[in-house]
């Protein structure tokens, strides 16, 4: 089935600095990428939409500036948390359409962010 | 709006079966999943069923759904200390976003 790689599994970072995580899908091609982030013991939250070749689309209330999305390849996908706060430590999935609708949608495995 | 509901918390004995139930308000929705997360991980396709089905069985699996009232519910026949997780419906909805519902965690009680 379609697998989507992501990395890294888990990061610490000191406040102010900027973290990129990225999503690969392996064995398919993804014009499209999912960003999530889940609070502990919390659902998903949409954050962001990324289309490759172009500009993703965010949810509302969902800073651009601060994380800035990249989908330069139909294979790869980021996002760069910038200036990174301890408010902004949480866990980021991403998250890819399989080609037939049926097989839903697959998961990187996910990021645990933490600023200290 | 799109919202999906689930209960919080679920307990059960091993071998028991647990239900699992969810709600959710896009009645334009053509595919409604169940996901699995276990600690610290991404999130694992358990199954899914299409709008138009009421019913769908996959060995321990059984998915119901009652689109006039918009519930959906996971039956997990015998279950086992591994199935201990936290599971997540999601609905497909008419904006081909996946919306995750609160999530319900199952603890299986040896």
């Known amino acids: 089935g379609a697998v989507v790689s992501q990395h890294p599994s888990w990061v610490i970072c000191k406040s102010g600095t900027s973290v990129k995580i990225e999503c690969r899908s392996l064995?398919?091609?993804?014009?499209?990428m999912f960003w999530y982030r889940q609070f502990p013991k919390k659902s998903l939250m949409l954050m962001a939409t990324s289309n490759e070749g172009s500009k993703a689309t965010y949810e509302q209330g969902v800073e651009k500036d601060k994380f800035l999305i990249n989908h330069a390849s139909l294979t790869l996908s980021t996002l760069t948390v910038t200036s990174a706060h301890p408010e902004d430590s949480s866990f980021y999935i991403c998250?890819?359409?399989?080609?037939?609708?049926?097989?839903?949608?697959?998961f990187g495995s996910g990021t645990r962010l933490t600023v200290v | 709006g799109e919202d999906v509901e689930q209960s919080l918390f679920l307990s059960v004995r091993e071998g028991d079966s647990s239900v699992i139930n969810c709600t959710y308000t896009?009645?334009?929705?053509?595919?409604l999943y169940w996901y699995k997360q276990e600690p610290g991980a991404g999130l694992q396709l358990l199954t899914y069923i299409f709008s138009n089905m009421d019913m769908k069985q996959d060995q321990r699996l059984t998915v119901l759904l009652n689109k006039k009232d918009k519930h959906l519910s996971l039956r997990i026949a015998d279950t086992q200390t591994g199935d201990s997780a936290i599971y997540f419906c999601?609905?497909?909805?008419?904006?081909?976003?996946?919306?995750f519902g609160s999530g319900t965690r199952l603890l299986v009680r040896p």
């Open positions: 998250s890819a359409p399989a080609t037939v609708s049926t097989d839903g949608y697959t």
């Open positions: 999601a609905e497909l909805g008419s904006s081909y976003k996946l919306i």
């Open positions: 896009d009645s334009s929705s053509t595919y």
């Open positions: 064995d398919f091609q993804a014009t499209t």
